[in-house]
Antibody
Framework: QVTLKESGPVLVKPTEALTLTCTVSGFSLSTARMGVSWIRQPPGKALEWLAHIFSNDEKVYSTSLKSRLTISKDTSKSQVVLTMTNMDPMDTATYYC???????????WGQGILVTVSS | DIVMTQTPLSLSVTPGQPASISCKSSQSLLHSNGKTYLYWYLQKPGQSPHLLIYEVSSRFSGVPDRFSGSGSGTDFTLKISRVEAEDVGVYYCMQGTHLLTFGGGTKVEIK
């Protein structure tokens, strides 16, 4: 059974960096072409894709947020980490991780974590 | 970047009646490999999104056959043949031909 779970701080201050972890089970981050995406959703707004990483360590970033994002993985821990720098109140959102790979993309999603940016 | 535009923004449907959602992309989603990477997701209230349709018209595992997808190039449609109460939520199209981009969403409510 495939599951993903996001973890990290629920409150960050403006200008600080946000680090989120996605812990997966039911599939391996070392399987060819398997990977994890991060997507966010501001309250009441649409989904926005942020980045993804594949088993071969290929990393792909949103054009608009590329300068602020870093994605990495620890295959032994079944974890994918997303760091976003210089957080702003506009970055307040629910952050989701989802599986991406050889099957249709984003076929399994985590429950999401609501991150609020406020002083 | 490819922009995805969904219409309408919201839809109120009588149970048992059909519903249709349009999704238009700012450029063709036909990949050089011949595939078209257009997907549909449903986010029910208080839940994470889940996949309904992949590559324009293929239903994902467990998705009822009242859901169907069609289209090509830049114009795509999701149809629900007979809306049920459990179909309420926000529907998103997403393109995967060049990076990933979601549409703005269409909220479906029951009359």
């Amino acid at each position: 059974q495939v599951t993903l779970k996001e973890s990290g701080p629920v409150l960050v201050k403006p200008t600080e960096a946000l680090t989120l972890t996605c812990t997966v089970s039911g599939f391996s981050l070392s399987t060819a072409r398997m990977g994890v995406s991060w997507i966010r959703q501001p309250p009441g707004k649409a989904l926005e894709w942020l980045a993804h990483i594949f088993s071969n360590d290929e990393k792909v970033y949103s054009t608009s947020l590329k300068s602020r994002l870093t994605i990495s993985k620890d295959t032994s821990k079944s974890q994918v980490v997303l760091t976003m720098t210089n957080m702003d109140p506009m970055d307040t959102a629910t952050y989701y991780c989802a599986r991406i790979g050889s099957s249709p993309p984003l076929d399994f999603w985590g429950q999401g974590i609501l991150v609020t940016v406020s002083s | 970047d490819i922009v995805m535009t969904q219409t309408p923004l919201s839809l109120s449907v009588t149970p048992g009646q059909p519903a249709s959602i349009s999704c238009k992309s700012s450029q063709s989603l036909l990949h050089s490999n011949g595939k078209t990477y257009l997907y549909w997701y449903l986010q029910k209230p208080g839940q994470s999104p889940h996949l309904l349709i992949y590559e324009v018209s293929s239903r994902f595992s467990g998705v009822p056959d009242r859901f169907s997808g069609s289209g090509s190039g830049t114009d795509f449609t999701l149809k629900i043949s007979r809306v049920e109460a459990e179909d309420v939520g926000v529907y998103y199209c997403m393109q995967g031909t060049h990076l990933l981009t979601f549409g703005g969403g269409t909220k479906v409510e029951i009359k």
